[in-house]
């Protein structure tokens, strides 16, 4: 069920409307507190959503709430379950997305 879920909310993670992008940012900083280690079979789905795009955005909103978002997973979740695919992405980043992942690795 979560999965169906989180498949069909991706898409809002990195959507080329700017508005509904935040917002998603936006709901899914609300929801990681309310879920936790349950994220788990989504996760490897998620950070790529969330970090894509968002993490270099020029929109100011959108960079924030992406990097709350990041900062939310490491609070809530175990981090052992953000080590993989927070490497995985910093491989390939650039920039200050790149800068800002690895410093979450560290």
Partial sequence: MLLQIFD???PRLHDSNSKVNLVALEAMHK??????????PVINMLVPAIVDNNLNSKNPG????????????????????????FCTKAQFLSGKAKQDLTEKLA
């Fill in 62 to 85: 959108i960079y924030a709430a992406a990097t709350n978002v990041i900062q939310a997973l490491c609070q809530h979740l175990d981090t052992s379950l953000l080590l993989q695919p």
């Fill in 8 to 10: 069909a909310f991706k």
């Fill in 31 to 40: 929801m990681i507190p309310l879920l936790k280690d349950n994220l788990a």
